[in-house]
């Protein structure tokens, strides 16, 4: 029952269910048993999914450990070494995600072959984390590869395959294809509205890349209303807190930014970055990206000094943990 409400999008529900499997079966099979272990996979993958990275990581690292010491089962354990990855990612240590992904592709390659669904995954990951480093050439080629491969095999409307889509769409836009972003991130909203529902946090989530490509390519009243929605959306069903939740929240300050209503967004913008400040840490990917465009929005409002404070310590450590290539 857990899992469905998971696949569900019912997340704190999911949580609730499989934090009550992991209990019982550490008190009545003990904490190595494999079904133990099994539940605290899947604890771990939702607390990712809530945006709980630190539990999320904390889980996955005592998971990794566990199964590489009984070494019984190498494809639960390359399972948890992925999931770990897409938490580094996550949490913004991009190196240490590439390194894990790369290896675990590896072996999936090896024992599983090319077109296995967990080999599709773990390329999956790794483009997502060759897109958050900026290396968007070869995130593009691996989003390419698995859409290819996931419609072959799995079929067009297929969760997976819409998801591969949304992938591409989120890719495209960072390389500046905006319109190519839109026709991919239209298809897969509509076939996810079908299937999924409206409220679920992946059709929720194309709905929010789909309001910022919007914006990028200047249709600023599409851009703002999709986004209000999506925003109250996030808030209710994921949290005011949740990370996607305050990506929202951001990129609908930079329409009204644009729009040139400074005062709304520089409020919006300020509540992202304390919020993701105390979720994140100051030194996180988004954490900075919002403060460089705080103070983006302030230099726009002519508070200079203030807009100088935020931007040139957010690029320092832009250039530090992203490479001075990189594109934010």
Request: aromatic letters at 4%.
């Given at each position: 029952y857990?899992?469905?409400?998971?696949?569900?999008?019912?997340l704190e529900?999911?949580?609730?269910?499989?934090?009550?499997v992991?209990?019982?079966?550490?008190?009545?099979?003990?904490?190595?048993h494999?079904?133990?272990?099994e539940a605290?996979?899947?604890?771990?993958?939702i607390?990712?999914?809530l945006?709980?990275?630190?539990e999320?990581?904390?889980?996955?690292?005592l998971?990794v450990?566990?199964?590489?010491g009984?070494s019984v089962?190498?494809?639960?354990?390359?399972?948890?070494?992925?999931?770990?990855?897409?938490?580094?990612t996550?949490?913004?240590?991009?190196?240490?995600?590439?390194?894990?992904?790369?290896?675990?592709?590896?072996?999936?390659?090896h024992?599983?072959?090319e077109n296995?669904?967990?080999?599709?995954?773990?390329?999956?990951?790794l483009?997502l984390?060759?897109?958050?480093?900026g290396?968007l050439?070869?995130a593009?080629?691996?989003?390419l590869?698995?859409?290819?491969?996931?419609r072959?095999?799995?079929?067009?409307?297929?969760?997976?395959t819409?998801?591969s889509m949304?992938n591409l769409a989120?890719?495209?836009n960072?390389l500046?294809?905006?319109?190519q972003?839109?026709?991919?991130?239209?298809?897969?909203?509509?076939?996810?509205?079908?299937?999924?529902?409206?409220?679920?946090?992946?059709?929720?989530?194309?709905m929010?890349?789909?309001?910022f490509?919007?914006?990028?390519?200047?249709?600023l009243q599409?851009a703002?209303?999709?986004?209000i929605?999506?925003?109250?959306?996030?808030?209710?069903?994921l949290?005011a807190?949740h990370?996607?939740?305050l990506?929202?929240?951001?990129?609908?300050?930079?329409t009204y930014?644009?729009?040139g209503r400074?005062?709304?967004a520089?409020?919006?913008?300020?509540?992202?970055?304390?919020k993701?400040?105390?979720?994140l840490g100051?030194?996180?990917?988004?954490?900075?990206r919002?403060q460089s465009?705080?103070?983006?929005?302030?230099?726009?409002?002519?508070r200079?000094?203030?807009?100088?404070d935020?931007?040139?310590?957010?690029?320092e450590?832009?250039?530090?943990?992203?490479?001075?290539?990189?594109?934010?």
């Open positions: 857990g899992k469905a409400y998971l696949f569900a999008g019912d529900k999911a949580k609730q269910l499989n934090m009550a992991l209990e019982r079966r550490r008190n009545t099979l003990g904490d190595d494999p079904d133990t272990l605290m996979h899947w604890v771990a993958c607390q990712e999914d945006g709980n990275f630190q999320a990581e904390e889980l996955g690292i998971l450990n566990k199964r590489r009984f089962n190498p494809i639960q354990t390359l399972e948890s070494t992925g999931n770990l990855a897409l938490v580094f996550q949490l913004g240590r991009l190196r240490e995600a590439e390194e894990l992904n790369v290896a675990v592709l590896k072996t999936r390659r024992l599983l072959g296995h669904p967990e080999t599709l995954i773990i390329i999956s990951n483009a984390t060759y897109n958050k480093l290396r050439q070869e593009e080629a691996l989003n590869e698995v859409l290819e491969r996931r072959k095999i799995l079929g067009y409307n297929h969760p997976e819409l998801l949304a989120a890719t495209y960072r500046g294809k905006f319109q972003a839109e026709v991919l991130e239209v298809a897969v909203l509509q076939q996810q509205k079908s299937s999924l529902g409206e409220n679920h946090p992946e059709t929720m989530c194309t929010s890349n789909l309001a490509t919007y914006h990028k390519l200047e249709r599409e703002e209303d999709l986004g929605v999506v925003l109250e959306n996030h808030r209710r069903i949290g807190n990370p996607h939740t990506l929202t929240m951001r990129n609908l300050a930079m930014s644009k729009l400074f005062q709304e520089e409020t919006m913008l300020a509540e992202a970055l304390n993701q400040t105390n979720l100051n030194s996180h990917p988004e954490t900075l919002t465009n705080l103070g983006s929005t302030l230099n726009k409002l002519e200079w000094q203030e807009a100088e935020l931007l040139l310590p957010a690029l450590k832009q250039k530090n943990i992203l490479s001075a290539n990189h594109p934010h």
